[in-house]
């Protein structure tokens, strides 16, 4: 159903995505060793990549690094997760277990597979050289995905911490049959930490295939919104489709949690709408919470952005205005540079727009 505010993983209920989900099946079999896959959030990643994962028909490892970032970007958590998606593999391939057991750090018992994340324990790198060679033996591929990737910043070594870089360069340099997924909704952050472009890291030079993902056009949106209350038998008026796209703009979660309010509670007027824009409010605001305890002016900044403060010169009187003091132009570079990074704030020519037009809900507008 289209109105399903989890995760999509079956075709049938994947809208509007069929180029880039040929697009990433593709890669997923011809493309290079490292795939991203890019937008902002609410757009639709995960959904895309839960039915390609399961339309490619391959074994796959599918990890959410969320639970990595709530425990603290720990080895031992990283290998909990690793453990729990082989063990999941193992169970549908059988012949794996004679591979992985060949790995000094690793435990094969029954259907379960457990790494030694200690000092002397497994190392991830030689796993999957031996998963490598077991995908060889049965002429397969294997993707690995990780769900919101930019929180692997975290895992750059130091401190006792693995160096996740280090395992993608030897993944493109040694394994001919697994594949690396990234997801990033913080764009910037994720680009950072691949530091493609970065002397100093050791994926510079590497080349990646870079699929992005972007808002519903205004007509796709209401077929969405049609479509989607065709399922329940509704069919709603013209005029209130076209209110609800004007202010939920393509986003497609947004479009899917008014969908589904609207089926729940059998309504379709001004007030569900109201309902949804006030809860996307709650949610973003949450999700900005940190970064405006570093600085009153990323709220500050978000807010002229938002009531159409769009050039660099406009946004700096603005907030200046509102702060009641002056703003060093570093200080606005900054703030902005962060915005555009986290995919927040993206910049159109000379001008600057909000990804979400429901961040400006949350600044107060």
């Given at each position: 159903?289209?109105?399903?505010?989890?995760?999509?993983?079956?075709?049938?209920?994947?809208?509007?995505?069929?180029?880039?989900?040929?697009?990433l099946l593709r890669?997923?079999?011809?493309?290079?060793?490292?795939?991203?896959?890019?937008?902002?959030?609410?757009?639709?990643?995960?959904?895309?990549?839960?039915?390609?994962?399961?339309?490619?028909?391959?074994?796959?490892?599918?990890?959410d690094l969320r639970?990595?970032?709530?425990?603290?970007?720990?080895?031992?958590?990283?290998?909990?997760?690793?453990?729990?998606?082989?063990?999941?593999?193992?169970?549908?391939?059988?012949?794996?277990?004679?591979?992985?057991?060949?790995?000094?750090?690793?435990?094969?018992?029954?259907?379960?597979?457990?790494?030694?994340?200690?000092?002397?324990?497994?190392?991830?790198?030689?796993?999957?050289?031996?998963v490598d060679e077991?995908?060889?033996?049965?002429?397969?591929?294997?993707?690995?995905?990780?769900?919101?990737?930019?929180?692997?910043?975290?895992?750059?070594?130091?401190?006792?911490?693995?160096?996740?870089?280090?395992?993608?360069?030897?993944?493109?340099?040694?394994?001919?049959?697994?594949?690396?997924?990234?997801?990033?909704?913080?764009?910037?952050?994720?680009?950072?930490?691949?530091?493609?472009?970065?002397?100093?890291?050791?994926?510079?030079?590497?080349?990646?295939?870079?699929?992005?993902?972007?808002?519903?056009?205004?007509?796709?949106?209401?077929?969405?919104?049609?479509?989607?209350?065709?399922?329940?038998?509704?069919?709603?008026?013209?005029?209130?489709?076209?209110?609800?796209?004007?202010?939920?703009?393509?986003?497609?979660?947004?479009?899917?949690?008014?969908?589904?309010?609207?089926?729940?509670?059998?309504?379709?007027?001004?007030?569900?709408?109201?309902?949804?824009?006030?809860?996307?409010?709650?949610?973003?605001?949450?999700?900005?919470?940190?970064?405006?305890?570093?600085?009153?002016?990323?709220?500050?900044?978000?807010?002229?952005?938002?009531?159409?403060?769009?050039?660099?010169?406009?946004?700096?009187?603005?907030?200046?205005?509102?702060?009641?003091?002056?703003?060093?132009?570093?200080?606005?570079?900054?703030?902005?540079?962060?915005?555009?990074?986290?995919?927040?704030?993206?910049?159109?020519?000379?001008?600057?727009?909000?990804?979400?037009?429901?961040?400006?809900?949350?600044?107060?507008?």
């Amino acid at each position: 159903m289209l109105f399903d505010v989890q995760p999509k993983d079956d075709k049938s209920n994947l809208f509007g995505r069929k180029e880039e989900l040929e697009k990433l099946l593709r890669a997923f079999r011809y493309g290079p060793p490292l795939i991203l896959l890019l937008g902002m959030r609410r757009v639709g990643k995960t959904s895309l990549l839960k039915v390609a994962l399961k339309e490619c028909r391959q074994p796959f490892i599918y990890l959410d690094l969320r639970s990595l970032a709530e425990e603290g970007f720990s080895k031992a958590v990283f290998y909990r997760l690793l453990s729990d998606e082989l063990s999941r593999v193992h169970s549908s391939w059988a012949k794996l277990h004679s591979f992985l057991k060949k790995v000094r750090g690793v435990e094969v018992a029954g259907l379960r597979v457990e790494l030694d994340w200690r000092r002397g324990g497994a190392m991830v790198s030689s796993l999957f050289r031996e998963v490598d060679e077991w995908l060889g033996s049965e002429r397969r591929n294997m993707v690995v995905a990780f769900d919101e990737a930019q929180l692997l910043r975290g895992m750059r070594g130091g401190k006792g911490r693995m160096d996740f870089r280090k395992l993608l360069a030897f993944a493109y340099d040694n394994l001919r049959r697994v594949k690396f997924v990234l997801t990033g909704s913080e764009v910037g952050l994720l680009m950072d930490f691949i530091g493609a472009e970065d002397p100093s890291s050791p994926l510079y030079g590497r080349y990646r295939e870079e699929i992005l993902l972007q808002k519903f056009d205004r007509e796709t949106s209401l077929e969405f919104l049609r479509q989607g209350f065709r399922e329940h038998g509704v069919n709603p008026k013209s005029d209130v489709l076209e209110k609800a796209v004007d202010t939920l703009d393509g986003v497609v979660g947004w479009l899917t949690y008014y969908g589904y309010l609207a089926v729940s509670e059998k309504k379709l007027d001004g007030n569900m709408l109201e309902k949804v824009v006030n809860e996307a409010k709650r949610i973003t605001e949450n999700e900005l919470s940190k970064l405006f305890q570093r600085s009153r002016y990323y709220k500050l900044v978000l807010r002229a952005v938002g009531m159409g403060f769009s050039g660099w010169a406009e946004i700096k009187r603005a907030v200046e205005a509102w702060a009641g003091m002056p703003l060093s132009n570093a200080q606005l570079t900054r703030v902005l540079h962060s915005l555009q990074k986290l995919s927040i704030v993206e910049k159109q020519g000379e001008k600057y727009v909000l990804t979400d037009p429901l961040v400006a809900k949350a600044v107060g507008l």
